[in-house]
């Protein structure tokens, strides 16, 4: 600079009046600088489009109930002869089974007839739909029943041989519907065919019989006709709950849905772990002051500074049970992860010209990083530290298993884990550690790998209730693979710990 | 918001203090850059410039002199490199062809004087104005001149010579400066 008494009065005057001058700029010009230091303010759309799918799926879980159907009474059309149109099932009015259903009237032909009549989806109203289907007795959709049936609440024998019926097709159950009006009137049953290897099932066909609800304590149950010691296999029979002369009741297990629906919600603190991968291994034997590089062993997680930053979790899968305990779970996950890194200035003066071009922010200039251990000389003045963010935006698709390790009552228990194919789709400046002798942070947005592998392992406590089963618990969630790809020295592998708190609901 | 916050701030890359800082100085920058640009336009790109290169390098800032002093001197390094960027150097006006310029009454609008004289100074040629801007107001000697403009000293010295005496009389023309007593006793003199 040129000395201020060497001005003239000329070069005074003008130094005075353009220092009065004053300019306003163009709104646009501040936001271009926003939009160059802080880039373009996105609309949210993938996480607001993601969470609305979520929310749809879990609305559209626990509110829209399949219909049921409804269903009258069926299978009396084995008391019309069998030339006769056999209606619908749905059509047939209730009849007593008493009159019109006695062993007598039963013939083999009738049971053919009707057996090649009566289509299954018209078929019997049952309030069972939620307990378990038997496997070997379950039906094809749409497959010709045998509207098997019996009346006997007398105290007569039971003509069991007159109802074997070796020449019964061996369609299987029909399917089950619950039926509000069969409910509602407290009546709960069941038609059960048998096929005609009875002697598999070890006993006479089932019978079944309208029970009033309140007759017995429970809701669900069907009487059984024959021996009071029959039981026949395949049905999940619980407890007999009562028996009566001819008639023997039974309550069967509640059926377990195959499958399931949970959402979850993960608020976490995220970490990262830093190793050089120069040598493969990393020592404490750093020494301070000399080129990052120098150093060939160092702690970097103790020499880079960081701090953990929230992030969160949020997604749905759903389960197939393959028994009670063991269910296999794949969905869809959203994850926001992010840790800040701190930075000193160390050098005296760093010459950054308004030409310079390499920036952490696409700007100008270095970010100087005093990577040292935590050593009192080694470390900058606090007012000169910057905090830097790195942020990512990931979307997973976790694959695993949820054990119920135990459960009492509304309580239980249970470990999960997932492997989780990983897309990265953030595209903020990225600060690394410069591979040079430099000891400086850069961009390293480009070398970010957009695709990673991520495993999780928690653990949780549920609650049922209702349909629900409310669980809460701990998450560690770690990245497999490096956070950049290529041959950058410096491995970086972040880590989540979180708390999962989710909700699972059976699906019908 | 005190300074010591606003640049606290703007190191954390916080957006209300690096708003904060462009409030306080845009106005003033935008006076630096319209001296040295062609346009309005032009001298607005230039401050969006700056003011990029002021938020990412603000780190580099000692606490050393004035803040104002700081962000002015990248601000005229930003002009500078604009002005190359863009070849605006280009135009070789010599004083001969200079003094043909003729400064209309209407090009100069009756303003505060501030406005005038900065308005006067624009006038002038791309180069001439550079070195004034540079030496006559914002302090750098010809040594430093040349090597921002990658010209000689000599150079430098030749052109502000110019650039004064051309704004000199522009602004007399304008009326904004009395002719010097010199001149007038001079005139006189030779009348006589």
């Known amino acids: 600079m040129k000395n201020p008494l060497n001005r003239d009065e000329f070069e005074n005057y003008l130094e005075q009046q353009v220092s009065q001058h004053r300019m306003y700029p163009s709104d646009h010009v501040w936001r271009s600088i926003q939009q160059d230091l802080h880039g373009h303010k996105k609309w949210p759309a993938l996480t607001i489009i993601t969470l609305f799918v979520i929310s749809a799926l879990v609305v559209g879980t626990v509110l829209i109930r399949p219909q049921h159907q409804s269903i009258t009474y069926a299978a009396n059309g084995s008391a019309k002869k069998p030339s006769e149109n056999i209606e619908p099932v749905s059509k047939q009015p209730q009849e007593n089974l008493e009159e019109h259903l006695s062993p007598q009237h039963i013939t083999q032909q009738t049971i053919a007839d009707v057996t090649k009549n009566i289509d299954i989806d018209n078929a019997i109203p049952n309030a069972f739909a939620d307990y378990d289907n038997i496997p070997e007795l379950l039906p094809a959709e749409n497959s010709i029943v045998n509207p098997a049936i019996a009346v006997n609440t007398t105290s007569a024998p039971f003509n069991a041989a007159a109802l074997t019926t070796p020449a019964l097709d061996q369609k299987k159950i029909s399917k089950r519907a619950s039926t509000p009006d069969v409910a509602k009137n407290n009546i709960n049953w069941m038609m059960v065919t048998m096929p005609d290897e009875s002697q598999a099932l070890n006993g006479p066909l089932l019978h079944f019989s309208m029970l009033p609800k309140t007759t017995h304590k429970n809701n669900f149950m069907f009487s059984l006709g024959g021996s009071p010691s029959f039981t026949p296999k395949g049905l999940n029979i619980e407890t007999t709950v009562a028996q009566e002369p001819g008639i023997t009741a039974f309550k069967f297990k509640p059926r377990s849905d195959k499958f399931d629906f949970q959402f979850f919600a993960t608020p976490s603190i995220s970490y990262r772990r830093l190793v050089d991968n120069v040598h493969g291994s990393t020592s404490n034997n750093y020494v301070p002051g000399i080129p990052y590089g120098a150093n060939y ?212 | 918001m005190t300074e010591q916050s606003i640049l606290s701030g703007c190191l954390q890359h916080d957006p209300v203090a690096q708003r904060e800082l462009y409030n306080r100085y845009s106005p003033k920058m935008l006076s630096v850059c319209y001296r040295f640009a062609q346009s309005r336009e032009d001298a607005e790109d230039m401050l969006q410039e700056g003011f990029i290169k002021v938020f990412t390098q603000i780190h580099t800032f000692q606490n050393k002199g004035a803040f104002e002093g700081w962000v002015r001197k990248i601000i005229v390094h930003t002009c500078i490199n604009f002005l190359k960027k863009y070849k605006k150097f280009n135009e070789n006006i010599d004083l001969a062809y200079a003094s043909y310029l003729q400064v209309k009454e209407e090009t100069v609008p009756s303003l505060m004087q501030a406005k005038q004289v900065v308005e006067c100074i624009r006038l002038l040629p791309v180069g001439y104005k550079t070195v004034l801007n540079l030496y006559a107001i914002e302090g750098y000697n010809h040594k430093e001149i040349a090597e921002m403009l990658d010209i000689e000293e000599s150079t430098s010295r030749s052109q502000y010579t110019r650039a004064k005496t051309m704004l000199e009389g522009i602004l007399i023309k304008k009326k904004i400066l009395e002719k010097p007593e010199e001149e007038l006793n001079w005139a006189a003199a030779f009348k006589k």
Not at chain 1, 329 to 342: C, K, T
């Open chain 1, 297 to 508: 062993k160092v702690d970097l997680s103790r020499s880079a500074r960081h701090k953990p930053a929230a992030g969160y979790e949020a997604g749905a899968t759903i389960g197939y049970k393959l028994n009670d305990r063991l269910t296999l779970r794949s969905g869809f996950q959203f994850d926001m992860r992010q840790y800040d890194v701190v930075a000193y200035k160390s050098s005296p003066d760093i010459t950054n010209t308004p030409t310079s071009n390499n920036s952490f922010t696409g700007g100008g200039g270095s970010v100087p990083q005093n990577i040292n251990a935590p050593h009192p000389a080694a470390i900058a003045p606090v007012n000169d530290a910057i905090v830097l963010r790195n942020r990512y935006y990931e979307m997973s698709m976790p694959i695993g298993v949820d054990w119920k390790a135990w459960s009492s009552g509304r309580l239980s228990w249970g470990l999960a884990t997932a492997i989780q194919p990983t897309y990265i789709f953030n595209r903020e400046p990225f600060s690394i550690i410069s591979s040079d002798t430099k000891n400086s942070l850069v961009d390293g947005s480009k070398l970010l790998r957009q695709w990673n592998i991520n495993t999780n392992f928690e653990t949780y406590l549920g609650y049922t209730t209702g349909e629900f089963r409310w669980q809460i618990g701990p998450q560690f969630r770690y990245q497999v693979l490096p956070t950049l790809a290529g041959n950058y020295p410096i491995k970086e592998h972040l880590l989540d710990y979180g708390i999962k708190i989710g909700f699972v609901k059976s699906l019908p």
